[in-house]
């Protein structure tokens, strides 16, 4: 605005121009693989594993939790503990982070001290993470491994800055923090409990690698936590109105990005005059989708009746062991259940992928003539955190 003219000056289009030079590479007058850290009672045990490493050309160094107290910033000591490995990765080039160090007693010990660490009760502090009220956090070394966040700032697992570490809320407008959860390094623990346990776990260590057997950079170890976190699907199916004959029950999962899975298909009877024959069915294993293995499409899996069952006279439930159906004692997901004519149809939805615990399930059921008599819907139904394959 030009005040004397009394007109405003504008830009029609501009031009921007930006120089990005890359970062000099960083380096130092020593380099390491690995950094063991652990309080000072451990070190001298300590040592004989650095030795050991070393002479396997993993290039060592143990750091103790007293040296690292006594010369790094940090709000608290976890905090403190990720300062040092930040600066061991910028000035000595590692790659990998070894703690050691679990609780002191599995008895005695207080093993959450604060909303944000626990301290007092553990040889190595842990952080603890602060979700909503019904999961209030738990521990994870993730945090030891999270150093940047993009574009190389320090991550403190604190971005609004109120004091609460890796907070987050399932209710709008609460305080949360945005992480970001990509490791930076290698981090890996062993919680003994006592040096007894440290000497017993570096004698093995030792051992094992001093002493390959022919397939030892040849296995692949896979394991994982139970899978069926399934909530109850509960679609209740009123038959009492219904005229005896043939009926097909179909189910179709649906993802969070619209993909459709295979249809899953029960064929059964309704007989008033005949005795109720009901069977749990869980094979969802022998899934055709599912025969290359995962990612697959959704799932959509019926298990409280079977093909060439009939819904008569008589009222019938069947609770699964959980054997049959796990964490069913939890949820009763997988419960076989027909009480005054309503059959209620459960099973599982799932989505086979990573992150993929979220879908929706569409169940229908068609009569001798196709004409559909009973439809519902559960949308968002959650297969709780296993789903995230």
């Not at 490493?53 to 290039?59: A, C, E, I």
């Not at 107290?69 to 061991?88: H, L, T």
């Not at 692949?220 to 219904?242: A, C, E, H, N, P």
């Not at 009763?332 to 086979?352: C, E, F, H, M, Q």
Request: some cysteine; overall charge negative; hydrophobic content about 30%.
């Amino acid at each position: 605005y030009k005040p004397s003219e009394s007109k405003i000056y504008f830009a029609s289009n501009f031009e921007i121009k930006i120089r990005y030079d890359k970062p000099s590479k960083l380096t130092s007058s020593s380099s390491y693989d690995l950094v063991i850290i652990s309080p000072k009672e451990f070190a001298e045990e300590l040592n004989k594993l650095v030795e050991h490493k070393n002479s396997h050309g993993v290039r060592t160094f143990l750091k103790t939790t007293d040296e690292i107290y006594s010369s790094y910033p940090g709000r608290d000591k976890p905090e403190q503990i990720k300062y040092f490995i930040k600066d061991a990765i910028e000035n000595y080039g590692i790659k990998y982070v070894m703690l050691v160090g679990g609780v002191k007693s599995i008895i005695y010990s207080k093993p959450r001290d604060h909303a944000n660490y626990g301290e007092k009760g553990w040889y190595l502090p842990v952080r603890y993470s602060n979700l909503i009220a019904d999961e209030p956090g738990y521990l994870c070394d993730l945090y030891y491994a999270d150093i940047y966040r993009a574009g190389g700032e320090f991550d403190d697992w604190d971005s609004n800055g109120n004091g609460i570490f890796a907070e987050w809320s399932d209710v709008e407008g609460e305080p949360e923090d945005m992480l970001d959860l990509y490791p930076d390094v290698a981090v890996g623990r062993l919680a003994c409990t006592s040096l007894k346990e440290l000497k017993t776990v570096i004698e093995k260590i030792i051992n094992y690698e001093n002493n390959p057997f022919d397939e030892f950079k040849r296995i692949l170890v896979v394991s994982g936590d139970g899978f069926l976190d399934q909530k109850d699907l509960d679609i209740r199916w009123d038959t009492k109105s219904l005229p005896n004959g043939k009926y097909t029950i179909y189910a179709q999962s649906m993802n969070a990005e619209g993909e459709l899975g295979p249809i899953d298909k029960i064929e059964i009877t309704i007989d008033k005059t005949k005795k109720t024959s009901l069977h749990f069915n869980h094979d969802d294993h022998l899934n055709p989708a599912l025969k290359n293995g995962y990612p697959a499409p959704p799932i959509a899996e019926i298990v409280s009746v079977s093909n060439g069952d009939v819904l008569g006279k008589d009222d019938y439930v069947y609770v699964p062991s959980e054997s049959e159906a796990y964490c069913n004692e939890l949820f009763w997901w997988a419960n076989v259940t027909y009480i005054d004519g309503v059959l209620y149809i459960r099973g599982k939805s799932y989505d086979p992928k990573p992150y993929g615990n979220l879908t929706s399930i569409h169940v229908w059921v068609e009569n001798e003539n196709g004409s559909v008599v009973f439809e519902d819907w559960r949308n968002n139904t959650e297969m709780y955190y296993e789903g995230e394959w």
